[in-house]
Nanobody
Framework: VQLVESGGGLVQPGGSLRLSCEYS????????MAWHRQAPDKEREMVAV???????NYGESVKGRFTISRDNAGGTLYLDMHNLKPEDTGVYYC?????????????WGQGTQVTVSS
């Protein structure tokens, strides 16, 4: 299984970005995907999570500003980020978790840098 993120960059406060994560390989139909982020000198934190059926949940700091979605047929996870703040700066990672034949699997992408600064 491979996860490849894209879409990061430098944006001014109040701006928007869309992150994408293309996934490929053999995975279970029942799975959970998420975006996590890690700021310098801070622990990695969950930003948003979505199940294969479309149930979503968000971290408190991004509620109302970020939207997670997925295209199961196309094998892509998205994160639409609006009204970005300097504290949103960090490396954003795509995450995939699932069980198959009773075994737990978890995969991470390589990360994409998001910098919010004027």
């Amino acid at each position: 299984v491979q996860l490849v993120e894209s879409g990061g960059g430098l944006v001014q406060p109040g701006g928007s970005l869309r992150l994408s994560c293309e996934y490929s390989g053999s995975i279970s139909s029942f799975n959970v995907m998420a975006w996590h982020r890690q700021a310098p000198d801070k622990e990695r934190e969950m930003v948003a999570v979505i199940t294969n059926s479309g149930t979503v949940n968000y971290g408190e700091s991004v509620k109302g500003r970020f939207t997670i979605s997925r295209d199961n047929a196309g094998g892509t996870l998205y994160l639409d980020m609006h009204n970005l703040k300097p504290e949103d700066t960090g490396v954003y990672y795509c995450n995939l978790r699932y069980y198959r034949d009773g075994e737990y699997f978890e995969h991470w992408g390589q990360g994409t840098q998001v910098t919010v600064s004027s």
